[in-house]
């Protein structure tokens, strides 16, 4: 049962949820593992967590915590 209207919605959803993800952050990693692969093949890749400490930590950093 092939509905007219199917594809589109599906690629519309689709393409929000991709566009969600991009602004909420959550395909950083995945964006960081290409742009290694692309770029630093040889080098050595930090796994999921360790990406996500490095980025809670840099985030964090700069905040001298006045409270």
Do not use: I
Request: aromatic share 8%; hydrophobic share 35%; net charge positive.
């Amino acid at each position: 049962m092939n509905q007219p209207g199917r594809k589109p919605l599906r690629q519309f959803l689709s393409s929000g949820l991709s566009l969600l993800r991009g602004v909420t952050g959550d395909d950083a990693y995945e964006k960081y593992l290409a742009h290694m692969q692309a770029t630093a093949a040889s080098q050595p890749v930090m796994s999921e967590k360790e990406f996500f400490r490095a980025q809670m930590e840099q985030k964090w950093s700069c905040v001298s915590g006045c409270c």
